[in-house]
């Protein structure tokens, strides 16, 4: 099973800022099979990026994702105050059978200042 | 728009059973994987349970295979995930979620309900 790691564990920035947040993974993230997600308390959790760097339709283009094999990044430039949250980083490159086929990392929760 | 409705969720005792329902709407239910996604309190995202759009593969995570049962009703545009032999560490809010395709690899989740909770508690 692919262990996901993420940090820092809690980012408190101002509005306006750069927000950087790493996640690591135990194993090679094959075909760059990584994704983000922004969970907000009362809501479901949303999609902001897939296969690494993939921008999901509707995002706003200050979220961007990098990385590859094992070390992956998400940038929000220029945070907003709705950008506070919970993100998470989750891998799908199995394995498929046997284990978990996908996992999450703990998560990284953003505060607005 | 997409619209997933999660219900089915309450208080039951160690042991018990309880059925989970995910109404869907706004896409075409049969052409696309389903999923089933919890948080414990207090902690982050834990995959349960996986259906293909044509129910032809369900997949389970260890913590519940054999006590879970994931199924889909695609008439009604509904998911349903039977928990059985619940223990108290299958607390949490379940949410169901749409996969970005159809088939039983599919695990990018493109759209989520709000969840419902389960509480398993004597």
């Known amino acids: 099973e692919i262990v996901l790691t993420q940090s820092p564990g809690t980012l408190s920035l101002s509005p306006g800022e750069r927000a950087t947040l790493s996640c690591r993974a135990s194993q090679y993230v094959r075909n760059n099979y990584l994704a983000w997600y922004h969970l907000k308390p009362g809501q479901g959790p949303r999609l902001l990026i897939h296969a690494v760097s993939k921008r999901v339709t509707g995002i706003p283009d200050r979220f961007s994702g990098s990385g590859s094999g094992t070390d992956f990044t998400l940038t929000i430039n220029g945070l907003e105050p709705e950008d506070l949250g919970v993100y998470y980083c989750q891998q799908y490159a199995g394995p498929y059978y046997g284990g978990s086929p996908e996992t999450f990392g703990p998560g990284t929760k953003v505060e607005i200042k | 728009e997409v619209q997933l409705l999660e219900s089915g969720g309450g208080l039951v005792r160690p042991g018990g059973s309880l059925r989970l329902s995910c109404a869907a709407s706004?896409?075409?239910?049969?052409?696309?994987?389903m999923h089933w996604v919890r948080q414990a309190p207090g902690k982050g995202l834990e995959w349960v349970s996986l259906?293909?759009?044509?129910?032809?593969?369900?997949r389970y995570a260890d913590s519940v295979r054999g006590r879970f049962t994931i199924s889909r009703d695609n008439s009604k545009n509904t998911l349903f995930l039977q928990m059985d032999s619940l223990r108290p560490e299958d607390t949490a809010l379940y949410f169901c979620?749409?996969?970005?395709?159809?088939?039983?690899?599919?695990?990018?989740?493109?759209?989520w309900g709000h969840g419902t909770l389960v509480t398993v508690s004597s």
């Open positions: 979620a749409k996969a970005d395709c159809g088939d039983s690899a599919c695990y990018v989740k493109d759209f």
């Open positions: 706004g896409f075409t239910f049969d052409e696309y994987a």
């Open positions: 259906i293909g759009g044509s129910d032809a593969n369900r």
